[in-house]
């Protein structure tokens, strides 16, 4: 079955940095990657996704790659702002149902101003 | 506007004393999902819905049963809380066509006493 690793599990920035977080996953047949944002005390929000047809996605300051060869996808944060602070959780499909989620275990990203 | 809204969003209940989470979602979503989430740790999957579609995972403990009356509602019933129950239950939704995202709702804190 799938499996996700994250990396780092907790990251510390400086204000106006860029921030990466990096996930591993290991079913070759998988082909759809969200990250969701988690605030403390709220729901995960869908930040970005990538479909396994294109390599790279961008969406103002965040941007997921995806390396299908290695199989691993990154997301990018650039010009990191405090209201990034909160956890990340990187996600791939796996077998068994409709559009299951398994998910990694997370990033706290501190953003320190 | 809410989209996937669950109901209360902080329990309390007895250790032992069954308890009732409810879901609710305006997306028209076939798929309706359950998770559990201890201490920022990532949501780990208790069951999902098809339709009316029941599909359990292996490792859901038998102490978690669900019921979907129709599209809209799902409910959570924990029959006989234990301490180690206590948690953040999400639901979310997703649709079928590919790989779709999942909504999030904003959960229910639980407490067991």
């Known amino acids: 079955g799938e499996n996700v690793e994250q990396h780092p599990s907790t990251l510390s920035v400086q204000e106006g940095d860029s921030a990466v977080i990096k996930c591993t996953y290991s079913?070759?047949?998988?082909?759809?990657f969200p990250w969701y944002k988690q605030e403390l005390g709220k729901r995960p929000q869908l930040i970005i996704d990538i479909r396994s047809n294109v390599g790279e996605k961008k969406d103002q300051r965040i941007a997921v790659t995806l390396n299908k060869t290695a199989k691993h996808f990154s997301l990018h944060i650039t010009e990191t702002q405090p209201e990034d602070s909160a956890v990340y959780f990187c996600a791939a499909p796996y077998s068994g149902g409709y559009n299951k989620l398994i998910f990694g275990a997370g990033t706290r990203l501190a953003v320190h101003p | 506007d809410a989209m996937v809204i669950q109901n209360p969003r902080y329990q309390v209940t007895q250790f032992g004393k069954p308890v009732t989470l409810s879901c609710s979602q305006t997306l028209n979503h076939n798929v309706m999902y359950w998770y559990q989430q201890k201490s920022s740790q990532a949501p780990k999957l208790l069951f999902h819905?098809?339709?009316?579609?029941?599909?359990n995972e292996a490792d859901t403990p038998d102490n978690f049963q669900s019921r979907r009356p129709n599209t809209s509602f799902c409910f959570l019933d924990i029959r006989s809380p234990g301490l180690g129950d206590a948690a953040m239950y999400l639901c979310?939704?997703?649709?079928?066509?590919?790989?779709?995202?999942?909504?999030f709702g904003d959960g229910t804190r639980l407490s067991i006493l």
């Open positions: 079913d070759s047949a998988s082909n759809y």
């Open positions: 819905y098809y339709d009316k579609d029941f599909n």
């Open positions: 979310a939704t997703s649709g079928t066509v590919g790989n779709q995202p999942q909504h």
